[in-house]
């Protein structure tokens, strides 16, 4: 299936999709037309618009499964409503046969609290208390839907670059864990499966086919969308099954920073990136004179850009997208490469906008093709690494440090902070000379 994106019909975004051919003689429309519910006036750029339509196909794929499956998608949806209506009420859900099976104290204390609750009953009410059918079982195959389902308000914040980026390894590890021990029902998943895929890891760092770091982050993203479901739904999952995975042994590695005399004679040598393409190349020359985070230049939208105020300068916001931290947000001066590529770019650089890690690949290919990364662990990234080097060179106060990097300053913050005119001091004195032609 080609990649989602939102239709406009009226004056609102929607999803459009054709039935599948295999459920098409159970879901008689020929195409399901559901509106996000926003308009195309308020979300010109289909940013909000993209992400509720993600959230959508994920329902409409859940019903089509429970299709398939030959189940009725009418009594998933009421049993998710009816555990939510359940938790408001301060009661434990049971389906119907649970609590028939269950201590007959809990089956008269439920009729007499739905004798009470009459006056207000409607469907979701009577299936929280009394139960309603049992809800198929969430398999390893539904984990990071089940996920993002429960994680929907933080991932609102996301933009559809940032989604995808948080969700593949996700899918990865599922798909690995799946694997090793198939795929389970999430209540069945046990203590034997989770050492069984530790041992899987342990068997590729020993051969040289993976790194332990990543066998790692494979533990914690399983462990946390385990976690966030049953929280959330309360279905069985056993947490401590998955507990204490971690292989001993990591090495955290840092990026190896630019010498800054290779940056300007290199680099930044007139006609050194001939053959990128402007915005690719002027991307460049604004991280090696200001540090900037690669995806923060460029997210950068017109009214982030100041170029004739008294101090030029960007603003680093969240905005149609979230920060790497909270301290991530900032003013940033521009001097030097900065400020010269900037003025040719006063509307940002809308050829990469949310597209930071496809750049990243071309920037670095570029960098290989032309010999200017002398390590394996040179990369464009490393061009921040040398902003931070340059500036501690020159021996400016911590806090300065951190608001440039934006990076978290330890001690409590009074006041307003240095301004922009003492930002600009500092910057001014390591400035890279820009390359004639920019």
């Not at 207000?120 to 089940?146: S, Y």
């Not at 308000?153 to 996301?158: F, G, I, M, R, S």
């Amino acid at each position: 299936m080609s990649k989602l994106t939102p239709q406009r019909k009226g004056s609102f975004w929607y999803l459009i999709r054709r039935v599948p051919a295999d459920v098409r003689l159970l879901d008689k429309r020929p195409f399901v037309k559901l509106t996000t519910g926003i308009r195309i006036a308020d979300d010109p750029r289909a940013i909000r618009a993209t992400q509720a339509v993600q959230l959508l196909n994920a329902r409409l794929e859940e019903d089509w499964r429970d299709l398939r499956e030959g189940r009725d998608p009418k009594d998933r949806r009421l049993v998710e409503e009816a555990k939510y209506t359940a938790k408001l009420i301060g009661l434990p859900y049971k389906s119907a046969a649970q609590i028939a099976s269950g201590p007959f104290e809990d089956l008269v204390s439920r009729l007499g609290l739905l004798e009470k609750m009459h006056p207000h009953m409607d469907e979701a009410l009577a299936a929280a208390i009394m139960g309603g059918p049992d809800g198929p079982p969430i398999r390893l195959t539904d984990l990071v839907d089940a996920f993002e389902k429960e994680q929907a308000p933080a991932l609102k914040a996301l933009s559809p670059d940032q989604r995808r980026k948080a969700r593949n390894p996700k899918k990865r590890a599922v798909a690995n864990l799946i694997g090793v021990v198939g795929d389970k029902a999430l209540p069945d998943l046990s203590r034997d499966d989770a050492l069984s895929f530790r041992d899987w890891w342990r068997n590729r760092v020993l051969v040289g086919t993976a790194e332990i770091g990543t066998a790692n982050k494979d533990f914690g993203h399983i462990s946390k969308m385990l976690r966030t479901v049953e929280d959330a739904r309360r279905i069985g999952i056993s947490l401590e099954a998955f507990a204490k995975l971690r292989l001993e042994g990591e090495e955290t590695g840092q990026r190896t920073a630019y010498e800054p005399d290779f940056v300007q004679k290199v680099i930044l040598k007139d006609g050194a990136l001939d053959g990128l393409n402007h915005e690719a190349r002027r991307v460049v020359y604004v991280v090696a004179d200001t540090g900037l985070r690669l995806s923060e230049v460029v997210n950068l939208l017109p009214h982030h850009i100041h170029l004739d105020a008294e101090v030029p300068h960007v603003e680093i916001v969240a905005e149609g997208r979230k920060l790497k931290t909270r301290h991530s947000a900032r003013k940033m001066p521009l001097v030097g490469c900065a400020l010269a590529a900037m003025r040719l770019q006063p509307d940002g650089f809308p050829r990469y906008r949310d597209k930071a890690a496809s750049l990243s690949a071309l920037v670095n290919k570029a960098l290989d093709a032309r010999e200017m990364r002398p390590t394996p662990g040179h990369s464009l990234y490393s061009l921040r690494h040398t902003f931070e080097d340059r500036l501690t060179a020159i021996d400016p106060p911590d806090k300065i440090i951190a608001m440039l990097m934006g990076h978290k300053f330890q001690r409590p913050r009074y006041g307003a902070g240095p301004s922009l005119e003492q930002l600009k001091g500092w910057l001014g004195r390591i400035a890279f000379t820009p390359p004639a032609s920019v």
